[in-house]
């Protein structure tokens, strides 16, 4: 059986901080005020993380920061300073999602351990050889990863796995969710998700985004004996109560290397769930039961919940203390092997020193995360040692366990340098519907992408699928190399873990906006993976993309994707023979407006935003910002309006109808 994994618990805030210590976790993972996913917890300041890392080492407690935000070329100092507050208060570990802030904490702090948010989206095998490439030791494993994905990953990996196994579950793969951004200008890449999948809609079921909260509980022993290195517990957000009790049920089931029974699944259902629990990706059993909101009867039982107090938990130590002739006075923590030194001892004249004064003054320990669990005492006859020096000798003792942080160095002085934006006069378009690839079309794309599993010929790229789970790689290399005879010269990725399939099937490799490329750093990691050019994010303004160096384009026009779904929506808002016939269906909000659905590879969805970015009037905006390649999406258009589009592009027209601009300038 392999070693216990480490328990890592969430911590939102200073008080469920001292919760997740005194429930018994190994890590604990946080935020600071910039740069975090979860902007709006009550996240830790540069000046609470010193005393707040002592005390959690003090309980042999590791801390992993967050720094799993997109970052801008314009952000980077202040990147930089946040991450260098938390390195040098002792973290022992950042939590990246940005592949350029990733560079730069490599450049810059390269003895501090790199994990790959889940905000990257890892979830295959090739995704964890690239990231150990770049530096990372440990991935973040995608949530929907099924039992037989995880151990095929676990076998397989060159870098531990970390694993979401409680807590809230996204409807849409980590890290490629635009919905927030582009419909309500509150970007899920930069903290600030408005989570519209817990919002109604219209249509057979009112939720079909809100997913019940994960827990894999019940499977505790069977993923210790995986192999797992980290379970993860999610909730940034939650109270300090949910922290405490949700880490001391996990906290019993690793000790005991066994699965939560039925009162235990109870339990950690009212502790805090949306009409229950869920363990439906890890089993392969994807269906409408994942579904769930969060009743009254649920927020009451978690109103309920016992308030946290503070830290009642006490950790063992073994002391051995040495007070002899001729010699400096000594302590030592023997089960931590640490050992500080003190006065030497001199000769009593009148009343020497005895073993209970000794035992008296070592022992006092309140205050302390201690409790002295044995005490040994050396003492040669006929000395004394003032009752001051002994406390001394205890409180540096007691120091030599909690000591954290690192010495200061010149974080900003590293030699980072920029990378050199190269003009790339290219139009490129992605056609989810390969039938209405026109002849206007052909002549004006220099490349066209036409998703993989419905490629027949018709253009001379294809887009990969959004999610490739290891059990899928086979087949669809295969598919890769099929189209590579049939013509297909180029495939458009968006994950790191497809860049080496696209490869193998012998195709040119363009990085697609899933990448969320948004900065210089990002693209120079990039390029530096032989990617031949790369679409940025689509949360970019002009400015920003202007910023960035390297071969890029940007999208300027098209429904944007919001959402990647591994959960079906379309059967809960249409149904299955329509979607057979058509392929898509339409998510209807309160409002009336309308989200095209389209089935992707593997009966996974696609969700598209209700109006399409448009710029064909602002080209003189486009050319002052350096945006010279230009990539267009077409989701639902005809063949007709696709001609008219490209008309409109070539002779620089005012929209018809609503639309959405790249345009901020404001804070150029």
């Known amino acids: 059986?392999?070693?216990?994994?480490?328990?890592?618990?969430?911590?939102?805030?200073?008080?469920?901080?001292?919760?997740?210590?005194?429930?018994?976790?190994?890590?604990?993972?946080?935020?600071?005020?910039?740069?975090?996913?979860?902007?709006?917890?009550?996240?830790?300041?540069?000046?609470?993380?010193?005393?707040?890392?002592?005390?959690?080492?003090?309980?042999?407690?590791?801390?992993?920061?967050?720094?799993?935000?997109?970052?801008?070329?314009?952000?980077?100092?202040?990147?930089?300073?946040?991450?260098?507050?938390?390195?040098?208060?002792?973290?022992?570990?950042?939590?990246?999602?940005?592949?350029?802030?990733?560079?730069?904490?490599?450049?810059?702090?390269?003895?501090?351990?790199?994990?790959?948010?889940?905000?990257?989206?890892?979830?295959?095998?090739?995704?964890?050889?690239?990231?150990?490439?770049?530096?990372?030791?440990?991935?973040?494993?995608?949530?929907?990863?099924?039992?037989?994905?995880?151990?095929?990953?676990?076998?397989?990996?060159?870098?531990?796995?970390?694993?979401?196994?409680?807590?809230?579950?996204?409807?849409?793969?980590?890290?490629?969710?635009?919905?927030?951004?582009?419909?309500?200008?509150?970007?899920?890449?930069?903290?600030?998700?408005?989570?519209?999948?817990?919002?109604?809609?219209?249509?057979?079921?009112?939720?079909?985004?809100?997913?019940?909260?994960?827990?894999?509980?019940?499977?505790?022993?069977?993923?210790?004996?995986?192999?797992?290195?980290?379970?993860?517990?999610?909730?940034?957000?939650?109270?300090?109560?949910?922290?405490?009790?949700v880490t001391r049920i996990w906290r019993r089931l690793i000790d005991e290397n066994r699965g939560a029974t039925p009162d235990e699944m109870r339990e950690l259902s009212e502790i805090f769930s949306r009409g229950g629990l869920t363990d439906s990706y890890f089993k392969k059993s994807i269906s409408t039961s994942m579904l769930g909101t969060r009743s009254e009867g649920d927020k009451q039982k978690s109103r309920e919940l016992q308030p946290f107090v503070g830290i009642d938990r006490k950790k063992p130590i073994d002391l051995l203390v040495k007070i002899k002739a001729g010699e400096p006075s000594s302590i030592t923590v023997t089960n931590y092997h640490k050992t500080v030194y003190g006065d030497i001892p001199e000769a009593a004249r009148t009343a020497p020193l005895d073993r209970a004064a000794v035992e008296k003054n070592v022992l006092k320990l309140g205050g302390t995360p201690y409790f002295a669990r044995k005490l040994d005492v050396e003492l040669d006859e006929g000395l004394i040692l003032p009752v001051s020096a002994i406390n001394r000798l205890r409180r540096e003792a007691i120091a030599s366990l909690t000591a954290t942080g690192r010495e200061e160095q010149s974080i900003l002085d590293a030699d980072i340098k920029k990378f050199p934006y190269e003009p790339i006069f290219s139009r490129t378009a992605v056609f989810y519907e390969p039938k209405n690839i026109t002849d206007k079309a052909r002549e004006y794309f220099d490349v066209i992408y036409t998703p993989l599993h419905l490629f027949e010929g018709q253009s001379n790229g294809v887009l990969m699928p959004a999610v490739i789970f290891d059990s899928e790689r086979a087949e669809v290399l295969e598919m890769l190399k099929k189209v590579a005879k049939n013509g297909a010269e180029h495939a458009l990725v968006g994950n790191i873990g497809h860049l080496s399939l696209a490869r193998e099937a012998g195709l040119e490799v363009h990085a697609d906006h899933r990448f969320n490329i948004a900065n210089s750093s990002a693209a120079k990691e990039l390029a530096e993976l032989s990617v031949s050019d790369m679409i940025v994010s689509a949360e970019l303004t002009l400015p920003q993309i202007r910023d960035i160096g390297g071969k890029r384009l940007a999208t300027v026009y098209g429904k944007l994707p919001l959402m990647t779904l591994e959960k079906c929506v379309i059967k809960e808002i249409s149904d299955c023979k329509h979607c057979e016939r058509d392929g898509f269906a339409y998510l209807v909000d309160r409002k009336g407006v309308r989200f095209a659905v389209r089935r992707e590879y593997k009966h996974r969805n696609l969700i598209f935003n209700s109006v399409p970015v448009y710029m064909a009037d602002r080209e003189d905006l486009l050319a002052k910002y350096k945006v010279d390649g230009w990539h267009f999406i077409f989701s639902d258009e005809s063949a007709k309006e696709v001609d008219e589009l490209i008309d409109a592009y070539i002779s620089h027209r005012t929209p018809k109808t609503n639309f959405v601009r790249r345009i901020n300038i404001k804070n150029d």
Do not use: W
């Not at 022993?221 to 993860?232: E, N, Q, R, T, V």
């Open 1 to 245: 059986m392999n070693s216990k994994p480490e328990l890592l618990a969430p911590a939102g805030s200073p008080a469920a901080f001292d919760a997740a210590i005194d429930a018994g976790a190994d890590a604990i993972y946080l935020g600071l005020p910039a740069f975090n996913a979860r902007i709006n917890a009550n996240n830790f300041t540069p000046a609470d993380i010193g005393a707040a890392f002592s005390r959690a080492h003090a309980y042999g407690v590791k801390i992993y920061v967050t720094l799993n935000t997109m970052v801008f070329d314009r952000e980077r100092d202040d990147f930089l300073r946040t991450a260098e507050s938390a390195y040098l208060a002792g973290a022992d570990g950042f939590i990246v999602a940005d592949l350029g802030a990733a560079a730069l904490i490599r450049k810059s702090m390269p003895d501090i351990e790199l994990h790959a948010s889940t905000q990257l989206s890892g979830h295959n095998v090739s995704a964890a050889e690239k990231l150990k490439e770049l530096g990372f030791t440990r991935m973040v494993c995608a949530r929907e990863m099924s039992e037989g994905d995880l151990r095929t990953f676990l076998k397989n990996s060159p870098i531990e796995a970390e694993v979401f196994v409680h807590g809230a579950l996204c409807v849409c793969h980590s890290g490629q969710c635009l919905f927030s951004s582009l419909v309500g200008g509150r970007s899920g890449n930069r903290g600030e998700c408005a989570q519209p999948c817990r919002l109604p809609y219209n249509g057979k079921n009112s939720y079909p985004l809100s997913l019940k909260d994960l827990s894999l509980a019940a499977h505790a022993d069977k993923l210790s004996d995986m192999g797992i290195a980290s379970f993860k517990i999610e909730g940034r957000m939650k109270s300090p109560e949910y922290v405490r009790d």
